[in-house]
């Protein structure tokens, strides 16, 4: 997976639905050169397919189902399943705000059931105030008001997800340097310390400290996300920043090395029983 994942369709979906088309194509056994024959176009197109690469054309899917032998009724309900992860996130309004290698990142987040974390430099954008992600964001902007506010309301918007109907659970470790640099205003951070003590009480939120003591750590390289999925067709994915782009990873290898490094991480940090009074202690000293 990498960070031209589509802009628009659900990403996740379109992963499990690919798994899906190509243990069909294999069922049937079909090669990636039967099933571009069939639809007179590249052997890479019927992989781009499979990856949950861009959209997917819903004649091509038809015509794919019957080649496959699928009943009617389990192909009617596969297109219906299509036309669903093709529409636009609610994200795709905000694309002229948004990097497009972020915008992967937002559809992972929607569909996951489970979000793990480091973070050495921010506090999460998951539990950042508004004010805090307004003092943040315009760090990386230069005379462009509108852009700012516009990326800030997404980041107000993703929130909602830890609150929803089926919100999940998130997991994160904080370094402590992100709670004492004053990057932003004492009275900012101050409310966002309230925020963070307050999420404690959500009971599908946890956040650890990794306090200034532990000199050495597996996190050291910098920050990351580990994506869970309520689907057993997708392995974990992880995220992972930096200046110009990101990268997005699934090979087993890669996820266990990520996974357990943040395991270790979580074994060395404050336990989440101690975040609220530590954070409490911080705050008396703003």
């Known amino acids: 997976m990498t960070a031209s994942q589509s802009a628009t369709a659900s990403t996740v979906r379109l992963m499990v639905l690919g798994r899906r088309l190509r243990d069909l194509r ?47 009724d389990e192909a009617r309900t596969f297109l219906a399943l299509v036309r669903e992860a093709n529409q636009p996130g609610w994200w795709h309004r905000y694309r002229d705000a948004l990097p497009s290698w972020f915008s992967g990142y937002v559809s992972l987040e929607e569909d996951a059931s489970l979000i793990r974390a480091y973070e050495p430099h921010y506090i999460p954008g998951l539990l950042q105030t508004e004010d805090y992600a307004r003092a943040i964001l315009r760090h990386g902007l230069r005379n ?64 650890q400290i990794m306090p200034f003591g532990i000199c050495a750590h597996e996190g050291m390289y910098g920050p990351f996300h580990i994506f869970r999925f309520p689907h057993q067709e997708i392995s974990d994915i992880v995220y992972v920043e930096n200046l110009v782009g990101a990268v997005y990873l699934d090979e087993y290898d890669d996820v266990t090395s990520f996974r357990e490094a943040l395991d270790q991480m979580c074994a060395q940090a404050l336990p989440v029983q101690r975040a609220g009074d530590f954070l409490l202690g911080i705050r008396k000293e703003l």
């Open 26 to 72: 294999v069922g049937a056994g079909k090669s990636f050169e039967d099933a571009a024959l069939l639809l007179d176009v590249a052997p890479l197109t019927i992989r781009r397919m499979e990856l949950a690469k861009g959209r997917w054309k819903l004649p091509y899917v038809k015509t794919l189902l019957e080649e496959y032998g699928v009943p009617e």
């Open 144 to 207: 462009a008001d509108e852009e700012l506010e516009r990326r800030v309301a997404v980041r107000m918007q993703r929130q909602k997800l830890l609150t929803g109907a089926a919100p999940p659970e998130l997991w994160v470790v904080i370094d402590e340097t992100v709670l004492r640099r004053p990057m932003v205003p004492a009275d900012v951070m101050r409310a966002q310390l309230d925020r963070l003590i307050e999420s404690l009480e959500q009971p599908n939120v946890k956040v």
